[in-house]
């Protein structure tokens, strides 16, 4: 028989208001008080569905558990509730499904670690098939199950546009099974499969594996990025892939303290470094065009996002290795040329108070 | 009696016939010889709208179209899959899940080789392979029992909520025209109930599936799954019987004994060859000879009691294997000797009809005839390995 991690309690969207505590002092969410209720963050909204409770298992300061809940609660409330969670193997489900625990407060399966956007497809046409299609999917997993195992599932299902919005939370590694490099690990990171030693120092310089423009290759409804820096940003993007119908991405950066070797209260400051150095381009694409940027608004050297990582420590240690740094900085640069990170112009926009304006005028 | 269509019909068309009146709400597969003519056919139903709002889906593996299985029949959708020999095992991780979550699948496996070497003809390598996969298996005699069977599977699978493979010889069934009679829709509704899933992926109530469970909790979810499995001794049998009840026709259940009551030698078979044995029984009964046939239906579980039933007063016993396990030779042999345990009954393995190799009534004859050791390869070429092994 099935191992059926017991019964989760009804999300609150369908019965009596979860009060949420304000505690998240300095956060967008404490400024949402100030606003009209219509005008809050998902986060902040009395009503949130909290999708993944307090009490799991993640690591102090893990990105994943950050990401996943905001990504989570804003796609339940764009859905009124209804909601199927497809989820990979590997961290995120490995700390919320303890058994006989589970923090999801909503209707989700584990199946396995590269099969996650095909469950989803399964469970979307399971719906279609009963005619119930208000009832909404997501399928997530980590960088592993998303751009290296799970890839060609993945491509499939966006090949057939199937009625799915998946989510990668990319904290750049196999976490899980002890730091390991993935397709997604960046170049010269040190993990347990690329130490530093030897002729390369750390992750090699391959050729990359971008999951958001393959996604776009694939001239989908949507394609988006986002950080845990910018949570307003992570919420409005699942909010807008969920005005679609047919095969979405968003490719979530989510730092993993145990992984990089940052400290625990890091997690945000790196999410934004990445972003701010151009390591990490943050933007959205509809139908496989870039439609929007997140422009730089403190260019950072790259150095300044790796060296608080103690997986770059070698590239800082005695002499250090400049060329491997310079190298990472063309990469960084490179991006900002090809999404126009300093540009500012017309299509870039920063997400604030108007940005929640912008959502209400929608009816988001 | 219910109304029927008996006509001559491939056996991909009939088993699709009959797969499309079981109303599956998902289809999903990925193309591979010999199973693609009943995909296509399930497809082309459905595109006629015969299938109300079925879901078909072309994916890009079998490991996706199990997978895909996997969430529609966890949202609460009948779903039906089909593969053969390289895409089962390409199925193989998805398959310990189905069955670990208990998900009622059912899939045809259109039995192939294994390579290397390539090949695409028949043999049951590849659903022996996946004995241990937690699915039950039923082995089809001919293209009137694959059709049948399918029609059982679905209210075996969903009763137990396990998933179950459906297996018939590729290309000797699959390609094989035959008369075989599909019942009438109405008739099958009247069958088999709407599916009432054990548990769903339902946002109004929602339930956590797939949990990780530790060294505390996973003897006994794995326990649970062994006794799920053994109920359904009784299920398979039970629902044959309902069967025959409103069809009028046998098909299906633990095993079918053949002339076996008063037989010396008694060869137990599974699947197409069984047609074969019959018929090299009936020329060897006319000439005097005790020889009989037992046909084992269901593999998985294995019906140790029934087997020792149909076998226990043999003098000898052949079990004739058309899979090979190489540094042991047969596969089903094993549980035959567990099941008849401390009888004291001789048991000879018979390798035969691998990648596709007839079996033919002389080579039966001969089989029957011959003084045999443990293990014995029919029709085996000396000529061919001897070469090689002089080499």
Known sequence: MSANGGKSERHELSGQPQKVAFYQTGTFAVGGRLLDEELRSVQSDPERANAITKGHRACQGCGEALGARYALDAALRAADGQLIVANATGCLEVFSTPYPESSWRMAWIHSLFGNAPAVATGIAAAMRAKGRTDVRVIGQGGDGGTVDIGFGCLSGMFERNDDVLYICYDNQGYMNTGVQRSGATPPAARTATTEPIGQHAGNQFGQGKNVPLIAMAHEIPYVATATVAELRDLEHKVTRAMEYRGARYIHVLVPCPLGWGSATNEAVRLARLAKESGLFPVFEAVGGAVTSVSPIRHKVPVEEYLRPQKRFAHLFAGDGMPEIVERLQAHADRNIARFGLLDGGEEARELDLLDALALAERGV | ?391
């Not at chain 2, 049951?124 to 293209?143: C, H, P, T, V």
């Not at chain 2, 299920?235 to 009551?261: D, H, K, M, N, T």
């Open chain 2, 1 to 391: 009696m219910p109304a029927t269509l008996r006509k001559q019909v491939e056996g991909s068309q009939a088993m699709a016939e009959a797969i499309a009146r079981c109303r599956p709400e998902v289809v999903c597969a990925y193309p591979i010889t010999p199973q693609t003519h009943i995909v296509e056919a399930v497809s082309r139903i459905a595109r006629a709208g015969r299938l109300g709002t079925c879901e078909v889906i072309n994916v890009e593996s079998e490991f996706a179209a199990l997978s895909v299985s996997i969430g529609s029949s966890a949202a609460g959708a009948r779903t039906y899959t089909a593969t053969a020999s390289q895409g089962l095992l390409f199925m193989c991780e998805a398959l310990f899940n189905a069955s670990g979550l208990g998900l009622p699948i059912v899939m045809t496996v259109a039995n192939r080789a294994l390579g290397a070497p390539i090949n695409i003809w028949n043999d049951q390598s590849d659903s022996m392979a996946m004995r241990d996969s937690g699915w039950l298996q039923l082995y089809a005699i001919d293209n009137q029992e694959a059709a049948d069977l399918h029609i059982q599977a679905f209210k075996i699978a969903e009763e137990l909520s396990l998933p179950i493979m459906v297996c018939v010889d590729g290309f000797v069934l699959t390609h094989a025209m035959e008369p075989v009679e599909v019942p009438e829709a109405e008739a099958v509704d009247a069958f088999l109930p709407p599916f009432a899933p054990r548990q769903v992926l339902d946002p109004d109530d929602p339930y956590t599936i797939g949990a990780m469970v530790g060294p505390e909790a996973f003897t006994e979810v794995r326990y649970l799954q062994h006794v799920q499995q053994l109920a359904a001794l009784e299920v398979i049998p039970r629902v044959a019987a309902e069967f025959e009840a409103q069809f009028g026709r046998r098909a299906g259940g633990l095993v079918e004994p053949y002339r076996s009551e008063d037989a010396e030698t008694i060869v137990l078979a599974l699947g197409s060859v069984n047609g074969t044995l019959q018929e090299v029984i009936d020329e060897q009964r006319e000439q005097g000879a005790a020889v009989g046939s037992v046909a084992l239906k269901s593999y998985r579980p294995f019906p140790f009691h029934a087997v020792r039933e149909a076998l226990g007063h043999a003098q000898r016993v052949i079990v004739l294997e058309r899979a090979l396990a190489p540094g042991i030779g047969g596969v089903v042999v094993a549980d035959v000797e567990r099941a008849l345990a401390g009888l004291g009954i001789p048991t000879h393995t018979v390798i035969a009809g691998l990648g596709g190799r007839a079996i033919t009534r002389r080579s039966l004859r001969e089989m029957l005839a011959a003084d045999l050791g443990d293990l014995h390869f029919l029709d085996l070429r000396t000529d061919v390995i001897e070469k090689e092994l002089t080499r």
